[in-house]
């Protein structure tokens, strides 16, 4: 489908930033992308498709032929299941597209894409993007073909993407790399934040690193779903959830933004099994001053009883409204305080079974901690004792067909030899 570049208006080409997004395919997989005109990727690049928007620069690199094949320009805003039998539904984040003129090939894209320094999570605008689009107005291909009215076209539509990108003078809004989901359970977050918009406020005491809930919401739920944080603080969880596309409810006890509802977790006023995922960073004792509220949990000691009966009254309502099979993500850190260690992390665990399946444990450093300083870390040598250096991410799932049986599964383990 060879398209003119008119179907944008001009005050709308005038009004946002043109970005440039690599989609990869293999032999079995390009003829689907081009009967289409759907480009489509599975969950690892998913949070670049859902920034995608129309008007979006695209292009098409082979994997298996190393070639790039190019321009193509995004009709619909990157999106999820926009054609749900394509591919026999292995890639649901998807856009459709339309081709600038003919489409054009250019091999050794594998070098290209290294030497412009290009991955499928690093969005192209400005110089880059020229730079890569002069490769295809430049195509040899191209100039052998100068009589051909389309490849003419292509060359004039091009240079006019061109044109725009370069008198692009307002702000540049794409992250230039968008966070690869993590694939160990070790997580080890410099900053509390990504991208170039804040989550939650990283003055808030306890706040939550927003990369933990982007990897969560982005293995447990689809865009659209409605994710629910019981206790959210400064709301983290609201703001990774529009960023990436989901619906959000954040309520804490001492809220401290007007779009964070007033409530005590141990009572949600929500519908049974009408949640996709619940995430929370509970207090982990009172080791924090988080406000004076008199039902603030944050206010009982991790080495009482009632600590644990608080909180499994928040598993219990979370575990209510959650949907059946759907996904709950709980924060928490051990305690040591005066000669005593407190496995808060165990003990969250154990009251956390007695409603929910386990899924995972994830171990996240603890970055940023007012005690990891030299003088602590002294102190933790010459008294023999440790600084708390990570935390537990405990992934849980609500599930009515809880494994029951005893049995040792039977399974065939491959051994690989060391090297
Ligand atoms: C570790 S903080 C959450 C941080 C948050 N995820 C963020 O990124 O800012 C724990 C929160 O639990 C809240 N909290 C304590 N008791 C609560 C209760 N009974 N109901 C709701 N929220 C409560 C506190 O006010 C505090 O904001």
């Known amino acids: 489908m060879v398209v003119s570049s008119d179907k944008l208006t001009d005050s709308e080409k005038r009004t946002q930033l043109v970005r440039g997004f690599i989609f990869a395919c293999g032999e079995s997989t390009e003829a689907e992308c081009l009967t289409r005109m759907l480009f489509g990727t599975d969950r690892t690049y998913g949070p670049v498709v859902i920034r995608i928007r129309e008007g979006d620069l695209l292009f098409l690199n082979n994997l298996d032929t190393d070639n790039l094949q190019g321009v193509f320009r995004a009709t619909t805003d990157g999106g999820f299941n926009i054609e749900p039998k394509a591919w026999k539904g292995r890639y649901p984040y998807q856009v459709r597209v339309e081709s600038l003129g003919s489409q054009i090939t250019i091999d050794n894209a594998a070098r290209i894409l290294k030497r412009f320094g290009i991955?499928?999570?690093?969005?192209?605008h400005s110089k880059r993007l020229v730079a890569l689009l002069d490769l295809f107005s430049e195509s040899p291909s191209l100039t052998d073909l100068m009589a051909d009215f389309d490849a003419m076209e292509s060359r004039r539509l091009i240079l006019e993407e061109k044109e725009r990108i370069n008198n692009w003078?307002?702000?540049?809004?794409?992250?230039?790399?968008?966070?690869?989901?993590?694939a160990t359970t070790f997580w080890d977050f410099p900053r509390q934040s990504y991208g170039s918009t804040p989550k939650g406020d990283n003055k808030y005491a306890g706040v939550t690193p927003a990369l933990i809930i982007y990897n969560l919401i982005w293995r447990?739920?689809?865009?659209?779903?409605?994710?629910?944080?019981p206790m959210c603080g400064s709301g983290t969880t609201i703001d990774v959830c529009k960023e990436e596309k989901r619906k959000a409810i954040g309520y804490d006890i001492n809220p401290v933004r007007p779009d964070i509802i007033q409530n005590d977790a141990r009572k949600i006023p929500l519908e049974n099994d009408s949640v996709d995922m619940v995430f929370i960073d509970s207090p982990y004792g009172d080791n924090v001053r988080y406000n004076d509220h008199p039902d603030n949990i944050g206010?009982?000691?991790?080495?009482s009883e009632k600590f644990y009966d608080e909180l499994e009254k928040v598993m219990s309502e979370s575990h209510r409204i959650l949907k059946e099979g759907k996904a709950l993500g709980w924060l928490i850190g051990?305690?040591?305080?005066?000669?005593?260690?407190?496995?808060?992390g165990f003990m969250i665990y154990n009251r956390l079974c007695k409603y929910f399946e386990p899924v995972d444990i994830i171990c996240v450093s603890r970055r940023g901690q007012s005690s990891h300083t030299g003088p602590w870390f002294n102190r933790a040598r010459?008294?023999?004792?440790?600084l708390r250096?990570?935390?537990?991410?405990?992934?849980?799932r609500k599930t009515t067909q809880r494994a029951t049986s005893s049995e040792a599964r039977k399974i065939e383990w491959t051994y690989y030899k060391r090297r």
């Open 119 to 124: 991955t499928r999570n690093t969005p192209l």
């Open 169 to 182: 003078s307002g702000p540049i809004d794409i992250d230039e790399e968008i966070p690869i989901l993590e």
């Open 220 to 229: 447990y739920t689809a865009p659209g779903d409605l994710v629910v944080d």
């Open 299 to 303: 206010n009982i000691s991790s080495e």
């Open 334 to 344: 051990d305690q040591w305080v005066k000669q005593r260690f407190t496995p808060v």
């Open 382 to 386: 010459r008294f023999n004792f440790y």
């Open 389 to 396: 250096g990570f935390k537990y991410l405990i992934i849980v």
